[in-house]
Nanobody
Framework: QVQLVESGGGSVQPGGSLRLSCAAS????????VDWYRQAPGKERELVAR??????NYADSVKGRFTISRGDAKNPVYLQMNSLKPEDTAVYFC??????????WGQGTQVTVSS
């Protein structure tokens, strides 16, 4: 079974930037969708950004600040986060869906935005 591992999380002051990466334990071919979700304490997991069939979508709360990008079969997706706000504090998860509808999830990486 393929495992995804996120990296790049950490603590940053408001206005700062982080770049999240997602690495697969082995190459994933035939990718249909890549996305990033986040879950803050006491809240449900929410979609942050997605690339599907060449189209990119963002949650309204991150538009203009976050950029999702595709990588390769071993590192399928990245998330550049700029102008971070305290409300962006959450555990961030990468997700990949293959064209055969197999879902792969990472364990999550903590992002904390605080002064």
């Amino acid at each position: 079974q393929v495992q995804l591992v996120e990296s790049g999380g950490g603590s940053v002051q408001p206005g700062g930037s982080l770049r999240l990466s997602c690495a697969a334990s082995r190459s994933i071919f035939g990718i249909n969708t890549v996305d990033w979700y986040r879950q803050a304490p006491g809240k449900e997991r929410e979609l942050v950004a997605r690339i599907r069939s060449g189209s990119t979508n963002y949650a309204d709360s991150v538009k203009g600040r976050f950029t999702i990008s595709r990588g390769d079969a071993k590192n399928p997706v990245y998330l550049q986060m700029n102008s971070l706000k305290p409300e962006d504090t959450a555990v961030y998860f990468c997700h990949v869906r293959s064209i055969t509808t197999i879902d792969y999830w990472g364990q999550g990486t903590q992002v904390t935005v605080s002064s």
